[in-house]
């Protein structure tokens, strides 16, 4: 996952910041000035600003499944510091074109939270996991197309003296589509909200009051 420049983290704000333009991810035949293109879709991911729960920094990006890439990591932390949800996005640019992308830009997110008992038994969880992400980029307007991907169900026992829960259930989305344009903003928002559905948290704006 070309380096990026050290940036302090930012909550509730991805960094304004574009990547450095001597550090692409390129071959060593290819000229290290950053395509238009690419350069346009990284402006839109680094301005958005996303819910305060959620931390959202720059990563390393991968080096050798595109000729561009860029990545984003993020994460939601309960206020008692227990990992709700993580995941990855990154954005993948071929200015050639991919086949199997049937576009220039493609997305590849990551996405993993622990959820509870009664849902993790679900045997549905897998269609409404995925049914999550094709719905938050459809109620974001993102444009996209060629989506696909897995989502794998995960039941974990804990015997003898190992802390925490004896049994914890999590899922892990693995996800790429390629987006239609350059506005990418709309795609990570997106993929917050699916993070922050796997972490059960409520609608951006709405309180839980707790009883009593």
């Known amino acids: 996952m070309s ?13 304004t910041v574009p990547p450095p333009e001597d ?12 395509p238009e293109v ?8 680094t301005a958005v600003t996303v819910r305060a729960e959620v931390r959202v920094e720059p990563l390393r990006p991968p080096q050798r ?5 860029y990545a984003l990591s993020a994460e939601i932390i309960s206020p008692d510091g227990i990992d709700l949800a993580s995941g990855r996005l990154v954005l993948l ?16 997110a990551y996405a ?16 409404v996991g995925w049914s999550w992400l094709t719905s938050a980029l459809d109620e974001r307007d993102a444009a996209y197309r060629a ?8 039941t974990s026992t804990r015997f003898g003296d190992l802390a925490g829960p004896s049994t914890t259930v999590s899922m892990e989305m693995r996800a790429s589509w390629t987006a239609d344009d350059t506005e990418l903003s709309r795609h990570l928002l997106a993929f917050v909200d699916l993070l922050c559905i796997a972490a059960g948290l409520p ?10």
């Open 93 to 108: 640019h071929d200015p050639d074109g991919h086949e199997a992308w049937d576009g220039v830009l493609r997305l590849v």
């Open 65 to 69: 499944l595109a000729p561009w890439s």
């Open 23 to 34: 550090t692409p991810t390129v071959t060593a035949d290819e000229p290290a000035v950053q």
């Open 147 to 154: 989506a696909g991907g897995t989502v794998t169900q995960t």
């Open 112 to 127: 993993s939270a622990e959820l509870d008992d009664q849902m993790g038994v679900d045997p549905m969880l897998p269609s």
């Open 38 to 45: 690419f350069r346009a879709a990284v402006t839109s991911l």
């Open 3 to 15: 380096t990026v420049s050290p940036l302090e983290p930012v909550i509730g704000q991805v960094t």
């Open 203 to 212: 609608p951006e704006g709405v309180t839980i009051l707790s009883p009593g």
